[in-house]
């Protein structure tokens, strides 16, 4: 399959050609694509050399396959539609597309149902709402969900290499580009993207309106906290969970242990709960702290974790490529 990654030279496009050669995609031919300022680097991928070029070039090309994008919003805005007239289904990992009526939001272990033969653009969802619904969405079937407060501590790798290279600055007691309004070392910033009129960021509202849409069920009440923490990992999450109907914990853990893509790490007495620290460079979401809220009827509380380039990016979109391959293609 002749395979485009738009965005290749960036934090999520470095980590989506790993991911396409760790899974063995059947990529035949690479188009790497970024802006213009990185046209004529040379990027490897399976034992090959390519030099990148930019989206203007790219589209002239007709053939190509799957175009996965991770190059900011007006990016995609612009050059997605270019590339899906061309028959190329787009996969795309900014939120240009996520809320757009008749755009598929997808995690293939939840939702690859949506996806058509004429979903020329797919929509990747944000990272901390992916390793949320993996881990929500096996409960909500049995036991329905009525209302989730969520507080997030995201990696600052989610913001990109400028943060990652205000972090290390930071680390080695240098100045360097400032991603966010303060430092970011030793610190806890809960300002994740802009503020809105109401108070809430637009990464708390990502977690509402995604979250339902990926669920299909507008009457979930959603309320989110999310927090910038100085942790290379991944991405945790603190999830307090009010359920339709009752419940009882044997059966959550059930029903946790046998969901796709997710693992059970919850063994408080031996110290054993997910981590950013071992989260890291995996591909599966981590659940634990797993246990009833007794304050509410119906209430759980849950600890979700998840390396954000990879299954909050990366990994989600190629596997969006696969289902693609097997169901579509």
């Not at 995690?107 to 033969?117: G, Q, R, S, W």
């Not at 242990?257 to 979401?285: C, F, R, T, W």
Request: with cysteine.
């Amino acid at each position: 399959m002749k395979v485009a990654v738009v965005g290749v030279t960036g934090l999520v496009g470095t980590v989506m050609l790993e991911i396409l050669k760790e899974r063995n995609f059947p990529v035949t031919e690479l188009v790497p694509v970024a802006s213009k300022r990185s046209v004529g680097k040379e990027v490897e991928f399976n034992g090959k050399k390519y030099h990148v070029i930019d989206n203007e070039a790219a589209v002239k090309m007709t053939d190509i396959d799957i175009a996965l994008f991770s190059a900011g919003g007006s990016t995609s805005k612009e050059w997605a539609p270019r590339y899906a007239e061309n028959g190329t289904f787009v996969i795309d990992n900014s939120s240009a597309w996520r809320m757009e009526e008749g755009i598929p939001l997808v995690v293939p272990e939840i939702n690859a149902d949506v996806i058509t033969k004429d979903s020329k653009i797919i929509a990747n969802p944000n990272c901390s709402t992916i390793q949320l619904v993996v881990a929500l969405a096996p409960l909500e079937k049995e036991f329905g969900l009525k209302r989730l407060v969520i507080s997030t501590y995201q990696s600052f790798t989610g913001t990109g290499k400028v943060a990652v290279d205000q972090y290390e600055a930071e680390k080695a007691g240098k100045e360097a580009e400032m991603a966010y309004n303060y430092q970011i070392f030793e610190n806890c910033l809960p300002h994740c993207d802009v503020f809105f009129d109401n108070g809430y960021t637009r990464e708390e509202l990502k977690l509402v309106n995604e979250t339902r849409k990926i669920l299909r069920n507008n009457s979930i009440a959603v309320t989110a906290t999310a927090v910038r923490v100085p942790v290379f990992g991944g991405h945790s999450e603190s999830v307090n969970v009010e359920f339709n109907k009752a419940f009882s914990i044997e059966r959550v853990f059930e029903i946790l242990e046998s969901a796709e893509g997710l693992v059970v790490q919850d063994k408080p007495k031996e110290n054993i709960y997910p981590m950013p620290l071992y989260a890291h460079g995996k591909d599966e979401v981590f659940v634990g702290r797993v246990r009833r809220d007794d304050s509410i009827a119906n209430g759980l509380n849950m600890w979700i974790v998840s390396d954000n380039l990879r299954k909050g990016a990366a990994t989600n979109a190629v596997q969006i490529a696969e289902y693609l391959r097997k169901s579509i293609l």
